[in-house]
């Protein structure tokens, strides 16, 4: 961002950057639908998520990440990531059921089967880990980025970022969706207390290596 560029503004460069990291979400969704072939999913899968970090760091480098809190110390830090991770294996749950119970529509989209082992245990260790930090990166730091830049108030901030988060989960059904949303808000609070990406990242990655896990 330049001297001249007033700050709620954003460049050209900049869009295009924000478009190359979410973009790739919907359209990976809307390629897989009916897709059952896993090497072919999990090639569409990581080939947009690398699309997408390439989208966040063209943002990084136009100018469009610019702090507007410092980052929490260490043990606030440590302590806000295990709040975190309760509070999302919490939601699993107690809240999730009750969601797949009597709000399961639309299920259009499923991750598929991964019979070969060594695929599958590559998949937990890579693709988990690769799906924390692309969407983390998107849905937490580039639109935080964005939405202050537009001097929105906190709460609206999370709440938006939420919403962008729960819409790539739209085709795996209400449920799906509705339970991203909670997840969304849980880790964009965390995000905005302690503005350490690594927080939302891990406990992230955590959850979802159980969730696959199971």
């Known amino acids: 961002m330049t001297d001249k ?8 460069g900049e869009w295009l950057a924000v478009a190359i990291a979410i973009v ?45 809190r410092p980052s929490a110390g260490i043990l606030t830090s440590v302590l806000i990531f295990m709040a975190l991770l309760a ?7 107690i809240v999730y059921p009750v969601l797949r119970a009597h709000f399961n529509y639309f299920e259009l989209w499923r991750f598929p089967s991964i019979p070969n082992p060594l695929v599958r245990n590559f998949d937990l260790a ?20 964005l939405f202050e830049r537009w001097r929105l108030k906190p709460l609206s901030v999370i709440v938006l970022s939420s919403a962008a988060f729960a819409l790539i989960h739209l085709t795996s059904g209400t449920a799906e969706t509705l339970d ?7 880790l964009g609070a965390a995000y905005w207390w302690t503005r350490r990406l690594v927080v939302c990242i891990a406990s992230h990655y955590l959850f979802d290596l159980y969730i696959f896990h199971q």
């Open 5 to 12: 560029q007033p700050k709620g503004d954003i460049s050209p």
């Open 24 to 68: 790739p979400f919907f359209l990976k969704r809307a390629i897989l639908l009916g897709q059952h072939d896993y090497i072919f999913w999990l090639t569409a899968d990581y080939s947009a998520r690398i699309i997408s970090l390439i989208g966040v760091a063209m943002a990084r480098r136009s100018g469009l990440f610019t702090p507007s």
């Open 87 to 93: 509070a999302e294996f919490y939601l699993h749950a």
């Open 126 to 145: 890579f693709g988990v880990l690769l799906v924390a930090v692309s969407e983390e990166s998107v849905f937490r730091a580039l639109l935080f980025s």
């Open 180 to 186: 991203a949303f909670l997840h969304g808000l849980l």
